[in-house]
């Protein structure tokens, strides 16, 4: 169908995609038997039933939960590879994927596993669909200052190839404020800094994120449209805010694609992208988001290219890899 083929077309960036949440049902059984793990599922059909979540928390204990399937080199290889063949299809041409490392770390699995293993898969990725990347790390912000450190001293070796930190995992009293200190290191080192707020949050923690952690780029940030001063500040710094439709409607942030605020954001100047967030958990990849909005809110053809244009104005390649893309 035309809209289908339009959305496709449409060269874009997928600035906010976790990578563990590519973990497909079908992968998750093929990396249990092949490592040897047992899952709590007996089909793919059970773990599909298994994905309806009240909110955010509902989806991170199963999403963390799945992630245990995934333990060597190889499966972190498989995993990123199988990410961006899948959207090829859909128009992807970079994307600024995130990993937890300590969703990894704390069950036994070295740092440099992952890191190589999805750094392996991204190169892969380039020299077979010429689809480019940039991994950030995250911070689990429901673990504390010391060992988001420490990750960040695990770190070490791999920074060259590190785009950027982030903080994801469980918002709601784990403000921003609490990884200050821990941004300000990665800021020193030159790391690009993003941060999930405004998804189940305040306001407030939008705020503390732009104060506190001096962030390049914003994740989520819907409810920054409870507060017009937020707003008006957002728009005029050009804050480029990773929108994902899907996820908002999943975890129960907005009752359905036909309410959700897109437009309005676009309406009221702020540079907002689209985004799968967590695909095989939300049931769509970055186009199926765009389609959903596009239906769902009436989006004309003008505003999906503007969203596009925003993902690679919104992302950390350089001016003139930026204007190549525009
Ligand atoms: N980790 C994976 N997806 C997330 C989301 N949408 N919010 C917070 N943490 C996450
Ligand atoms: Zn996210």
Excluded at 147 to 155: E, N, P, R
Excluded at 172 to 181: I, N, S, V
Aim: net charge negative; with cysteine.
């Amino acid at each position: 169908h035309d809209l289908d083929t339009f959305i496709a077309g449409l060269p874009k960036a997928e600035l906010h995609l976790h990578i563990e949440g590519s973990l497909e049902p079908e992968q998750m059984f093929a990396f249990a038997r092949r490592n040897g793990v047992a899952i709590p599922f007996a089909s793919v059909e059970e773990v599909r039933a298994a994905y309806a979540f009240s909110n955010l928390q509902d989806f991170l204990d199963i999403y963390y939960a799945g992630a245990d399937v995934l333990r060597t080199e190889e499966d972190f290889h498989d995993l990123a590879l199988a990410y961006f063949e899948r959207v090829a299809q859909d128009g992807v041409v970079h994307a600024e994927i995130f990993f937890d490392p300590q969703t990894h770390t704390h069950r036994g699995i070295p740092f440099g596993v992952v890191a190589n293993g999805l750094l392996a898969g991204m190169e892969a990725a380039e020299a077979r669909l010429g689809i480019t990347s940039k991994l950030i790390l995250c911070f689990l912000r429901h673990l504390d200052e010391e060992d988001a450190f420490k990750t960040l001293t695990q770190a070490q070796p791999w920074l060259d190839r590190i785009a950027g930190v982030g903080l994801d995992s469980s918002e709601l009293g784990h403000p921003p404020a609490k990884f200050e200190r821990v941004f300000a290191a990665a800021a020193a080192m030159g790391l690009k800094r993003v941060a999930h707020a405004g998804e189940e949050g305040p306001p407030e923690y939008v705020a503390e994120a732009l104060d506190l952690l001096a962030i390049d780029r914003l994740d989520h940030g819907n409810r920054s449209l409870e507060d017009p001063a937020l707003v008006a500040r957002l728009a005029r710094s050009s804050m480029t805010l990773t929108v994902c439709p899907l996820s908002n409607v999943k975890l129960c942030n907005v009752a359905s694609v036909d309410a959700h605020p897109i437009d309005r954001m676009l309406q009221l100047g702020l540079r907002a992208t689209v985004n799968s967030d967590d695909p095989a958990y939300f049931g769509g990849y970055v186009a199926d988001n765009y389609r959903a909005i596009a239906q769902g809110r009436d989006l004309s053809r003008r505003d999906l290219v503007t969203l596009a244009r925003n993902s690679f104005l919104g992302s950390f390649l350089s001016d003139d890899e930026v204007a190549a893309h525009l």
